[in-house]
Each structure stands twice: as structure tokens, then as C-alpha cells.
């Protein structure tokens, strides 16, 4: 039910690596996580730009739902550790896809990313450990 943002990412993906070294410089990955009765889910996206990398949440549903979310990121690396935390309410319509924000930090660092996503009764947590 959910495969097109997959194929889009994947299609992304292909016309990066058509701009030779400008898509060299941007490129996209994803990591998600379906509710039980599949009607709900999650995706943590990753998208690197000309030396950054911004995460992505997004939530899918078959149906018009509001709800919470909270994203949690734990940076390590050369420069450091760093904590960021941001969340709010959200509403996401039937079929579409809803960016609940986005984070750009800078790379070389290893990420340890936390979504959780409460809604329409429903819990769902989507995790991901990014290495850029």
C-alpha cells in the first residue's frame, strides 16, 4: 500500500546519479515502519546535500487521522555529541504522504534517529542509525 514513496526515492536516487557530480553531491535513503493493521506508517528519510544531511520524518495513512509526533537525534562523531529533539501535532490526509519537519546536520557524524508517532489509537515507532 505504501510502496510509492520507495519507487520515488529509488527514482530519485537514479536521476542523482545522472548529474554526474552534482548528484554525487545529493543522494537519498530511507528507513520505515508499518502499523499493525498496516493503515499507519512511518518513514525516516535521508537526504545528503553538498556536505550535510538533512532527516526527514514522514507519515502515510489510508485515512484522514491527526495525531503527535516526536523526533529524537543522537549525533556522535569527530566533532562531538549533540541531541536534538523537535515533535508537535499533525494532521495527514487519506493516500498522501506528511513531512512532519526536518533536521539538517552537518556529516561525518554516526546518527541514531527515533520517531514516534502517535495516532488514531495507533503507536508506531520508526528507527535508524545513520552513518555519513
Do not use: W
Not at 59 to 71: A, K, N, Q
Amino acid at each position: 500500500m505504501f510502496g510509492l514513496p520507495n519507487r520515488l526515492i529509488a527514482g530519485a536516487a537514479v536521476a542523482l546519479s545522472a548529474l554526474g557530480p552534482l548528484g554525487a553531491a545529493m543522494s537519498a535513503s530511507s528507513s520505515s515502519a508499518h502499523a499493525p493493521d498496516d493503515g499507519l506508517a512511518c518513514e525516516i528519510r535521508t537526504v545528503e546535500r553538498f556536505g550535510s544531511v538533512a532527516i526527514e520524518p514522514v507519515v502515510f495513512t489510508d485515512r484522514r487521522i491527526s495525531g503527535e509526533y516526536r523526533l529524537r537525534l543522537k549525533s556522535s562523531g569527530g566533532g562531538g555529541r549533540s541531541e536534538v529533539s523537535q515533535g508537535g501535532a499533525f494532521t495527514a490526509l487519506a493516500g498522501e504522504e506528511t513531512a512532519l519537519g526536518s533536521v539538517t546536520l552537518a556529516r561525518g557524524a554516526t546518527l541514531d534517529v527515533r520517531l514516534d508517532v502517535t495516532a488514531a489509537g495507533e503507536r508506531l515507532v520508526c528507527e535508524d542509525r545513520i552513518r555519513r
